[in-house]
Structure formats: C-alpha cells, structure tokens
C-alpha cells in the first residue's frame, strides 16, 4: 500500500522541477506568435549562460529527487518481498515433505539390487536438487526477477511430476534402475556407432 501511494504521488511531485518551462509557455501565450519568437531570441541572447546553468541545475535536482525515490521504491519492494516469501514457505515446505515421500518411497520398491543404500543415495540427490531450485527461486523472488509465488513453487512443480512418475513405476513395479533392461538399448546404440 505504501509503495503504491509512493508511486502515486511520485508525479505530483515531479511537476515543480519543471516550473521553468511552464513560466516560459504562459509568458509565451500573452503575447503573439512573432512577439514569442522575439522573446524567445532575446532570451536566449541576453541570458543563455543563465538558462544553460539552471536548466543544468534542474536536471541535477530531478535526478537526485527520482533517483532517491527509485531507491527507496526498490528497498519497499524487496521488504514486501521477504514477507510474501516467508508466508509462501510455509506451504511450499509442507507440500515439500509429500512430494520428497513420493520419490524416495517408491525409489525403494524400484531399485531391488543394491539394498538400502542405493535408493537412499538418489534420494539425496533429488533433495539436492530441490534445495538448489528452492534457494534460486528465493533469491530471483526477492530480487524481483519472477513473482514471488512462482518463485516460491516452482521447485515443488519441478519434482512433482518426478515424484508421480516413481510412484507410478513402483505400482506397475517397473525395474527402472535395473542394467539389465537397459542392456538390449546400450548393445544397440554400440551397433550404431561401430557402423558410422
């Protein structure tokens, strides 16, 4: 809400640095269009150094006054964002613990050689990889390079469907791990490039 009223009366507050154009037009409007080219001449003679300096001041002051603005608009932003953030990690996390259930519980009915550790190992590896996608999410959030709640789920929407496809693998108790089915495909591809 504040920034949006920042943002709203940025404008209004703009106007006054350009008070030097506005005198010249009114003074331009009272007199006519040969007299305003005249004036305009004159002025331009007699005081160009004085235009020049105040135009350059002006410019000075507007950069200073948006710039100030465009600072504290960017840090507005980046607090509203760690709060947004905070209040999306509290359901990311949760549903987080489900789809971590949904890989590594059927990674254990799929992989039947090698025992515990196997499936434990690549279960390390897609908590890896969720924890690289969350953290990047995060920061690209909080920086405002995506909307936060994008930022916030994509790394559930990313291992979500990992999770449904292993569990669907364990239903039809797929060997999706096993070399041995694996090796008909390898021999294959070995045959194609001892043509080539």
Known sequence: MKKKNIEKSLEGNVKPYYSFHTRQDS?????SKAQAINVNDSLVKANKEQ???RAVNQARSIKAF???????????TKDSNIFEIEKYRKYTQSL???IMFLIGAPLGAIIKKGGFGIPVLIS???FILFYVLS?????WAKESLIEVPIGMWWA?????????????KARKDSRLFETDIYTPLISGVKKIFKKN
């Open 66 to 76: 948006t710039s100030t603005h465009v600072e504290r608009l960017y840090h507005l």
């Open 27 to 31: 003074v331009a409007r009272k007199v």
């Open 96 to 98: 987080a613990c489900i």
């Open 51 to 53: 235009i020049l300096n």
């Open 124 to 126: 390390i590896i897609f």
């Open 156 to 168: 559930n929407f990313m291992l979500f469907p990992v999770g449904v496809f292993f569990w669907y």
């Open 135 to 139: 953290i990047m999410g995060e920061k």
